[in-house]
């Protein structure tokens, strides 16, 4: 059995005790990045990425929303969420408006392509969701919701 102090030395990369696999972050990437693979694979015959999905995601949840939420939401880069918007707009899956709060800001707001582009992926994105998650309880999932929402309140201070 380790010890608290064995475990949290074999987290630090600063010491010479780490382990790259007692590293949560190690296996967070791992994770994002095949469920990125997943996701690009399902996305991709329909004609979208994870980027798009998310900005279609985000925009049926919230409603209208300015280019400075949805970066913030998606932990995105604003330039790197206007060149999505750009892209998006183009394809006729947004649109974007002054918003009427603050003349400055740019609004987003799904258009109905962008509705029956969401609704198509809908299936194929919870397919891969629900095998992510097999054998995974509501308890696990509720602790590890709140357990990376603890660690990106951490870092995002």
């Not at 918007?85 to 003349?103: K, L, N, W």
């Amino acid at each position: 059995m380790t010890s608290d102090d064995d475990l949290m030395a074999a987290m630090d990369p600063a010491r010479e005790s780490f382990e790259i696999h007692m590293w949560p972050f190690y296996h967070l990437a791992r994770v994002t990045s095949l469920y990125t693979q997943r996701m690009d694979s399902a996305l991709k015959p329909l004609g979208i990425d994870v980027p798009r999905w998310r900005v279609l995601a985000l925009l049926h949840k919230n409603g209208a929303s300015t280019v400075t939420q949805l970066s913030q939401e998606a932990v995105s880069k604003i330039s790197t969420m206007t060149k999505i918007i750009q892209r998006m707009t183009a394809e006729g899956t947004v649109h974007v408006r002054p918003s009427p709060d603050d003349a400055r800001s740019t609004e987003v707001v799904i258009s109905d392509e962008g509705s029956r582009i969401l609704e198509s992926v809908k299936e194929k994105v919870g397919r891969i969701g629900r095998a992510a998650f097999e054998g995974v309880g509501p308890d696990e999932i509720d602790r590890l919701n709140r357990i990376c929402a603890k660690l990106y309140a951490n870092i995002a201070h």
